[in-house]
Nanobody, 124 residues
Framework: QVQLVESGGGLVQAGGSLRLSCAVS????????MGWFRQAPGKERAIVAS????????FYADSVKGRFTIARDNAKNTGHLQMNSLKPDDTAVYYC?????????????????WGQGTQVTVSS
C-alpha cells in the first residue's frame, strides 16, 4: 500500500512562491510516473504538471508553463512542485499522485495513488 503525503501549502500574496513536497512511502517510487493536480472550489480536478519515473520528461498545463517546475528525488522518494509568480487563479487544493507506469500523463484517470491534498491560497 503506497502512501503519499503533501506539504508546503499555505497562504501567499500574488507574485509570491511556494514549494510543495510529496513524500511517498510503502512501495517503489522510482518506477512510477508522478503528477500534481489541483482542484478549485466548484471545478474539476485538473492537471498541473507530470514527470516520468526517471525525471527525464515533463508535462505542464498551459496555465503554469514558465512559472511552475516539477521535480523528483528518487533516492528520497520525494516529489516537488516549485511554484513561482503565483496568481489568485492558482488557489486550489493541490494533490500529488502516482501512476502504474514509467511515463508521465496529464490525465487523472491514469493515476491510482493519491495524497490527501494541501491547500494553496493566493491573495490579490
Amino acid at each position: 500500500q503506497v502512501q503519499l503525503v503533501e506539504s508546503g501549502g499555505g497562504l501567499v500574496q500574488a507574485g509570491g512562491s511556494l514549494r510543495l513536497s510529496c513524500a511517498v512511502s510503502g512501495r517503489t517510487f522510482s518506477d512510477r510516473g508522478m503528477g500534481w493536480f489541483r482542484q478549485a472550489p466548484g471545478k474539476e480536478r485538473a492537471i498541473v504538471a507530470s514527470i516520468s519515473a526517471s525525471g527525464a520528461t515533463t508535462f505542464y498545463a498551459d496555465s503554469v508553463k514558465g512559472r511552475f517546475t516539477i521535480a523528483r528525488d528518487n533516492a528520497k522518494n520525494t516529489g516537488h512542485l516549485q511554484m513561482n509568480s503565483l496568481k489568485p487563479d492558482d488557489t486550489a487544493v493541490y494533490y500529488c499522485s502516482l501512476r502504474p507506469s514509467r511515463y508521465y500523463s496529464g490525465t487523472a484517470v491514469d493515476y491510482n495513488s493519491w495524497g490527501q491534498g494541501t491547500q494553496v491560497t493566493v491573495s490579490s
